[in-house]
């Protein structure tokens, strides 16, 4: 009988001392740039490099997908991180400048000239408002009911050069939305070829 009593003691014990673990659950809201999410990091950074146009801004029965001079325009996704407002929330941005000097692209297309093969490395430098792409106003809007906004940019076409050139989006904090500080940056090569 003693055994018993200690056993369902011992019992009791174990059994009532357990600790219910709640899930921790995030109620804040953060941006990121979609493309960070989905690309790895550049050789030595901490953010994605693109050399491609990002799915989201995209025809899916596009041929060439490389980001060049005579895209026109590319866009990128801005995602909302949390739950989703009932009134339009801004994501501030800005523009940095290369942290890179080279970088090497697939082959241009066959009917554009002049043609280059896959590989050639480039040698790079900032684009510039104005004359690589269009003036960018600073801030993206996320719609009420939305998780995602979308960015614009629109390349403008200054001839045929050599090398590429470099433009860095950077969420900031001049929004009602904060960025997420890990997926907050994007660099994006032009083909000037």
Known sequence: MRKIISILTILSVAFSSCIKNDLPVYTGRVAEIDATTWNANGAGMTYAFLTRIPVAGRSANTADSTVRRLNGSITLRINLVGPQSDKDETVGYSTFTSPVTTVSFP??????????????????SDAVAGTHYAALSGTVTIPAHSSFGLLTITVLNPGAGTGARFLGIQLNSNGSIKPNVNYSQVGIFIDQR
């Open 107 to 124: 082959a241009t297309p066959a009917a554009q000239t002049p043609a280059q093969p896959a590989n050639t490395a480039l040698a790079v």
